[in-house]
């Protein structure tokens, strides 16, 4: 054992040495391609050419230890709340679903083709109505569409059923299955319940249905200012918004340029703006707000110095998401 002074805490033998005093040569190994312990140093398609390699990090061992330990802490949640598992076929019948199928040919039957499954949802169907109220499953899926932040064409997802059910009853065993994963895995302790709020809430202050609100920027209506204001652009819109950047009045004008192309592909027509200056408002579209609206503003909005105020006037629907 090595003394105290000497234990490397960051390795699972730190606290023993060993001594050498033979060894055998069992099979003699090529350069490695790349150092495992830095795999950030090699580029990723080496990386993937040698990818029993890649898996011998730290990193990547790490990430499929939390998997399975995932995996164990949802079977034991669901069996708990007498959900049954049930695995359900990998080739079925093409059913419409939210994107293309992938599709296998059958070789007995000529001109025939197996669709890989987007969701169970068919058999799960026929569980519910065979007698099992309450159906579980870690199950891969199949959509053959792009890739995107959110989407890839294979993945897993942990697939529930359950019969004479309200939608409370679905939101409570979902969070405490996800308080289960998060206690066994990090020893997190989530909240009881979770902070709730609904579709309209979540879209009115944050513009998005998934909202990440670690991120306090809430969107405002500022239609009752706007409509004050000598602004004709935002006169015959159905609704305007805007959100508060703490601190945001240092963005140049390029950054901003940059900021409204970007809310473009979400339908709007522009981004208006003005900044938090002395006690008042400026630049952008501040021209057109008199000294007194300003000040009501920043009043009622709390926008201090050195803020900038982006607003969109659109459908209501086009300016949260835009702004989102």
Sequence with gaps: ????????????????????????????????????????AAEEDLRLKYRYLELRTDELQQNLLVRHHAYQAVRNFLSNEDFVEVETPVLMKSTPEGARDYLVPSRIHKGKFYALPQSPQIYKQLLMISGFDRYFQIVKCFRDEDLRADRQP??????????????NDVMNICEGLIRKIFSDISDIKLPNPFPR????????QY???????????KLQNVKLFTDESSFNAFKNVEDIFG?????????SRKQIDEFTESVKPYK?????????????MSGGISKFFSSNLQEKMRLKLSIKDDDILFMIGDTRKTAQTALG
Excluded: C
């Design 154 to 167: 294979e993945f897993t997802q942990i697939d529930l059923e359950m019969s004479f059910v309200d939608e």
């Design 268 to 280: 709007a027509k522009g981004l208006a703006w003005m900044k938090g200056e002395g006690g008042a």
């Design 207 to 217: 513009g998005s249905d998934h909202p990440d609100i670690r991120y306090d920027l």
């Design 197 to 204: 709020m609904t579709y309209s809430e979540s879209m009115d």
């Design 243 to 251: 959100i508060i950047i703490p601190g945001g009045a240092k963005y």
């Design 1 to 40: 054992e090595r003394i105290a002074n000497a234990i490397n805490s960051d390795m699972k033998t730190g606290e023993i040495e060993v001594s050498v005093k033979e060894f055998q040569m069992l099979s003699e190994s090529a350069p490695l391609p790349f150092i495992i312990a830095d795999r950030n």
